[in-house]
Nanobody, 129 residues
């Protein structure tokens, strides 16, 4: 049974940093893309970043480029999201997700939450102004 568990969310002032963790278990993830999405109330889940479990290639939404860094630790089976220079508009529930590696090839696919098969329960990030 695949399980993704996020942690590391919290309250931070604008300009501050947080590091989110996603512990992945239940299968081998070498054939998977690992993504981070965020959810604003009343809106669809929005793509934040993704990483290829095998190659480590990374992909980012324009809104977080240069501020967020996604990484993975294959030995620990974790995916991390380092978030720097946080802004109030980054406030959301952040979710870890896993989907087939092939979805990374096209922007329209890797940013679509429906292409991901497994999801964590989410962690709240709140950035105060």
């Amino acid at each position: 049974q695949v399980r993704l568990v996020e942690s590391g969310g919290g309250l931070v002032q604008a300009g501050g940093s947080l590091r989110l963790h996603c512990a992945a278990s239940g299968r081998t993830f070498s054939g998977y893309a690992m993504g981070w999405f965020r959810h604003y109330p009343g809106k669809e889940r929005a793509f934040v970043a993704a990483i290829d479990w095998i190659t480590g290639n990374t992909y980012y939404a324009d809104s977080v480029k240069g501020r967020f860094t996604v990484s993975r630790d294959t030995a620990e089976s974790t995916v991390n999201l380092q978030m720097n220079s946080l802004r109030p508009e980054d406030t959301a529930i952040y979710y870890c997700a896993a989907g087939p590696r092939g979805i990374l090839k096209m922007t329209s696919v890797r940013t679509d939450p429906d292409e991901y098969d497994y999801w964590g329960q989410g962690t709240q990030v709140t950035v105060s102004s």
